[in-house]
Structure formats: C-alpha cells, structure tokens
C-alpha cells in the first residue's frame, strides 16, 4: 500500500473527478441488476465502443430475465452476432433460465448466489451489486488492475498470484462506506480515460499524489506487458452448396470456435484437394466437387492469422456410414438473414449476394 495514504482523500478526489468526467454509456443511470449483468458479460474482452449498439439492441428484443430465457440460443447467438467470444451469449442465456427456474425471473442480489451463475467471477459480480444495489463489494477488471498496479507500483505479472491479491485486497480497502458502485464506476472511467495503457495522462489525474509509480517513473513499465505470441499462418477453405435453392450449413458443437453458431462447410487447406473434399464430405456427409472460387478472406483467430478461401461446390449425393461431427441444415437465402453466422460467414453471405 502507499505508504501513510489518505483513503477518505483519495475517495474525494476520485468521486470528484468523476463527476465532470463521468463516460456517457447506455447502461448507466440503472440499477436494474439485469441490464446491468448484460452490459458487464458484452464488455468482457470487447470495448466500450463496440458494446454499446450491440447493448441497446439485445434489451429491446429481450427487456428482463423472463423473455430473454423464453428466447432461443440462435436467437441470441443472431442478437451477439460479431460481438465475440460467443460463449459469453451461451452462459448468459443458460444463467437466464436458471434465474428463472430457481429465483421466480428475479435477479439474485446474494453475493455468493450471483457467482454461481454460468459465465460470472468475482469481478462481474462486485460490479453487478455494488452498481445495483450499493453493496461494499471491490472490482478489478483491465481498467482497475491497471490504475491499482500503477498506485501501488506493482511490476510482473498481475493477473493472478500474490500481486493479484494485494490488488484485490487494495480494492476493498479504498471502498466508501456508501455509494460504492458510484466509486467503482469512477475508478474504471479513471483507468479508460487517464490512467491508461499507453501514454498515460498523468498530468490529468486526480490522485497522481498517491502514484507510486509517477513518484518513480515506472508509469510506462506497469503493469509488464505480457509477451506477444507469434501467430500461426493457416489457410481454410469454406464452400457454398446450393440445390433447390437452399444453402448447406454446418453449425459448431458446444466448447469448439464459434460454438453455437452456423457457417458454411469449412475445413484447414494443407494443398492437396483430394484431402480436402474427403474432409468436406465427412463435415458434411456429402461428396463434394469444389469449384470456382467466390472471395478470399483474412481475420485472426486466437493464435491463427488465417487465409480463408471461399469457392462455389456441388454435392453429388450422401455419403452413406459417416458420422456427422456437426449439426447441418439447408436454408433458404431468406433464411439466412435470421441464421446466427459466425463473423467470416456473414461477411462471405454478404459479399455472395452482391456478387451473384
């Protein structure tokens, strides 16, 4: 801990600022736990920026816990679609049916309750109760841990182990004995606006009294960044199957990329096309003859950087005996507006109807 800090102090000057410089964000204003819950699980691993249409979509079509447990998963999976990390759609509806099934629709305000719920740790649920209800409950997301790292002047590794408990346990310390969440909301408008990742504006910050970094001049070294991973080169091949006017696709199993949601029949490309029909037909359970090529695509994906090929196929009948490691359908093109596609999919859909 900084040495002899003035909590109450450092509490005024934060709520202070904030209170000129607070973010203008769709969920904000609430205490419904619910909305609040939403907006938390979209903005994890994803911005601001990127959640806030996607927010203001997702609790016009599902308003309270009620409707968004009577939807289906590819109804939400449709409503998540290019927000990412599409676990987070799968936990979030699953946590809706339990709230509903054990808890009469009603969000639980118990600490310990909330925890147990698909896809929430402790982070989500401090930020939850302490917004919703006021409950003394500290947080620490990327924001936070960064702000905290930097007035401690805590160099390594943050993200687990004894630096992350004494940045936990800071974070209770510095808490009000009232308007807590207002205070945690602060904390992270602190860390996205000032205090943060590069180039931090420490000539703006309210509490740079308290920084044991700036008083060192390891702001630019805390907290250590974390080692780049050189990406891999994969290159993948997807088809578009027409016949009768519907279009085969496959949809992705549970704990798999894209889990839950459809795409085009897709497979790794190593340059030999023999292998890649034969893989193509045990995805699809179809033989498969691949034709012209439509578009290429590049996108990353967790350690991949992939070149993605998408060309026309025909299927020549159904391969009898294979075990299909997918669920596949066929859609009709009106369809497919109202199908959950995976990112590359919708972009591949897209450009297809333009072109055809």
Same mark, same amino acid.
């Given at each position: 801990?900084?040495?002899?800090?003035?909590?109450?102090?450092?509490?005024?000057?934060?709520?202070?600022?904030?209170?000129?410089?607070?973010?203008?964000?769709?969920?904000?204003?609430?205490?419904?736990?619910?909305?609040?819950?939403?907006?938390?699980?979209?903005?994890?691993?994803?911005?601001?920026?990127?959640?806030?249409?996607?927010?203001?979509?997702?609790?016009?079509?599902?308003?309270?816990?009620?409707?968004?447990?009577?939807?289906?998963?590819?109804?939400?999976?449709?409503?998540?679609?290019?927000?990412?990390?599409?676990?987070?759609?799968?936990?979030?509806?699953?946590?809706?049916?339990?709230?509903?099934?054990?808890?009469?629709?009603?969000?639980?305000?118990?600490?310990?309750?909330?925890?147990?719920?698909?896809?929430?740790?402790?982070?989500?649920?401090?930020?939850?109760?302490?917004?919703?209800? =006021?409950?003394?409950?500290?947080?620490?997301?990327?924001?936070? *841990?960064? $702000?905290?790292? @930097? /007035?401690?002047? &805590?160099? %390594?590794?943050?993200?687990?182990?004894?630096?992350?408990?004494?940045?936990?346990?800071?974070?209770?310390?510095?808490?009000?004995?009232?308007?807590?969440?207002?205070?945690?909301?602060?904390?992270?408008?602190?860390?996205?606006?000032?205090?943060?990742?590069?180039?931090?504006?420490?000539?703006?910050?309210?509490?740079?009294?308290?920084?044991?970094?700036?008083?060192?001049?390891?702001?630019?070294?805390?907290?250590?960044?974390?080692?780049?991973?050189?990406?891999?080169?994969?290159?993948?091949?997807?088809?578009?199957?027409?016949?009768?006017?519907?279009?085969?696709?496959?949809?992705?199993?549970?704990?798999?990329?894209?889990?839950?949601?459809? =795409?085009?029949?897709?497979?790794?490309?190593?340059?030999?096309? *023999?292998? $890649?029909?034969? @893989? /193509?037909?045990? &995805?699809? %359970?179809?033989?498969?003859?691949?034709?012209?090529?439509?578009?290429?695509?590049?996108?990353?994906?967790?350690?991949?950087?992939?070149?993605?090929?998408?060309?026309?196929?025909?299927?020549?009948?159904?391969?009898?005996?294979?075990?299909?490691?997918?669920?596949?359908?066929?859609?009709?093109?009106?369809?497919?507006?109202?199908?959950?596609?995976?990112?590359?999919?919708?972009?591949?859909?897209?450009?297809?109807?333009?072109?055809?």
């Amino acid at each position: 801990m900084p040495l002899g800090m003035n909590y109450s102090l450092f509490r005024k000057k934060v709520i202070d600022w904030y209170a000129w410089n607070a973010r203008t964000l769709p969920w904000r204003g609430t205490a419904d736990p619910y909305r609040i819950w939403v907006s938390e699980i979209m903005l994890q691993q994803t911005t601001t920026q990127t959640v806030s249409g996607y927010f203001d979509r997702f609790v016009e079509r599902f308003p309270t816990v009620l409707e968004l447990a009577a939807a289906s998963l590819d109804e939400v999976n449709r409503l998540w679609e290019g927000l990412g990390y599409y676990r987070r759609a799968a936990q979030l509806h699953f946590a809706a049916r339990k709230i509903v099934d054990n808890h009469d629709g009603e969000f639980p305000l118990d600490v310990a309750t909330v925890r147990n719920l698909p896809g929430i740790g402790r982070y989500t649920a401090g930020a939850i109760l302490s917004i919703a209800t =006021d409950q003394r409950l500290p947080i620490l997301e990327a924001n936070t *841990l960064r $702000l905290h790292a @930097r /007035l401690l002047a &805590i160099k %390594g590794d943050t993200s687990c182990g004894e630096a992350n408990r004494t940045l936990w346990d800071f974070a209770e310390k510095i808490l009000p004995k009232t308007g807590c969440g207002r205070f945690n909301q602060a904390l992270m408008d602190l860390g996205n606006l000032v205090c943060t990742s590069k180039e931090p504006h420490c000539a703006q910050c309210p509490v740079i009294k308290f920084c044991e970094s700036a008083k060192r001049g390891l702001q630019a070294s805390i907290p250590s960044p974390k080692p780049k991973k050189r990406a891999e080169e994969r290159t993948e091949v997807a088809v578009m199957i027409r016949k009768k006017g519907k279009i085969l696709l496959v949809k992705y199993p549970p704990d798999v990329r894209w889990a839950g949601l459809w =795409d085009f029949p897709r497979c790794e490309y190593n340059d030999d096309n *023999l292998s $890649l029909q034969r @893989r /193509l037909s045990e &995805i699809t %359970g179809r033989e498969i003859i691949i034709g012209k090529k439509i578009e290429t695509l590049k996108h990353s994906v967790t350690r991949f950087r992939i070149t993605l090929r998408f060309h026309e196929a025909k299927e020549l009948g159904k391969v009898p005996g294979v075990a299909l490691p997918y669920e596949t359908k066929w859609a009709a093109e009106h369809e497919m507006e109202h199908i959950p596609l995976n990112s590359t999919a919708r972009k591949l859909w897209k450009h297809w109807c333009k072109t055809k």
